[in-house]
């Protein structure tokens, strides 16, 4: 039995998008004893592991997601002597000299033929096989009256392409409100309030727990979309090409799940409010 530090460095999205390979890497291993991890400030996505295999037992919450691996994150790999340490492959170590090198991205170059969650595999030295997040975590928290969950503040406040216009995101709830769906904003710090929503204002596993028991995601490039597939939720997203335009498509950079519909253009304000109108009313149609 070896025993193994499994965990990438990413926020939100990326360890949740690791799931696909923490199951393979499993199937492939399946006497060795994990030690799951991630950055403290993220650890509420640790959540989602909970209860989620007999052979992971452990979770390494480290403090400085910014400038890891600190001298304290050295010690405690060099203390306790992993077989396996997957941040890097085919590694048992973690060096202070690391610090800065260490990026979860996947290669650009892949962005038209890798999955992501492939691409995240790779790059823990793991072939992944099946792209379909899985989560047995269960949530009981639901409203009295039928909602709409929306996380449309990608990248927020630094904008980019992932961004949609604030007239596309007003459009939307509107649409939601008229629809006789109540609009809750699973809002990040300093997301500006939307008129005809009500914001979550609560930590990132409650803002998941409240969107598995909406009736829909309606979201841009997030952490929120990943977390929606690892349940097979039904979802709305609204992504861009152009944050890789060599891919000239966002299609690997969209979470696998039947119960979804994706919508891209170059850039997320660019996607048409026709199509996006029909997406969301077919998608509650079919999910009902």
């Known amino acids: 039995m070896r025993k ?3 965990g990438n460095l990413g926020q939100f999205g990326d360890i949740v998008m690791q799931e696909p390979a923490l199951r393979q890497f499993i199937q492939d291993n399946p006497t060795d004893e994990i030690t799951l991890g991630c950055s403290v400030k993220y650890g ?4 989602l592991y909970e209860g989620y ?9 480290f403090l400085d997601y910014q400038n890891f691996p600190t001298e304290d994150d050295v010690r405690y790999f060099e203390n306790e002597n992993f077989d396996l ?23 650009a170059n892949w962005a038209s033929s890798v999955h992501q969650t492939v691409a995240a595999g790779r790059q823990q030295g793991i072939e992944v096989t099946d792209t379909q ?8 928290r639901k409203l009295n009256e039928k909602y709409v969950c929306f996380s449309l503040f990608p990248n927020h406040p630094s904008g980019g392409v992932k961004s949609l216009s604030s007239w596309q ?14 609009a809750i904003h699973l809002n990040g710090p300093n997301e500006p309030d939307v008129a005809g929503s009500i914001k979550s204002n609560c930590s990132w596993i409650d803002s998941v727990a409240l969107m598995t028991n909406s009736d829909l995601l309606i979201t841009g490039d997030t952490g929120m ?13 609204l992504f861009a090409w152009g944050y890789n335009p060599v891919s000239g498509t966002s299609k690997n950079w969209q979470p696998t799940n039947p119960n979804a519909a994706y919508l891209e253009a170059r850039a997320a304000s660019q996607i048409q409010s026709k199509e996006i109108v029909q997406s969301i009313v077919q998608t509650l149609r079919r999910n009902k």
């Open 85 to 107: 340490v997957t941040i890097k492959k085919d590694s048992n170590e973690i060096l202070v000299s690391d610090k800065g090198k260490l990026a979860l991205h996947p290669d």
């Open 4 to 6: 193994v530090y499994f």
């Open 133 to 140: 997040i899985k989560f047995n975590k269960k949530f009981d």
């Open 225 to 237: 979309a990943w977390a929606a597939s690892g349940f097979q939720h039904p979802t709305v997203g």
């Open 53 to 61: 295999h007999e052979n992971v037992k452990v979770r390494k919450l």
């Open 169 to 182: 995101i007003t459009g939307i709830v509107e649409l939601v409100n008229k629809l006789g769906y109540k």
């Open 44 to 47: 509420d996505a640790m959540k």
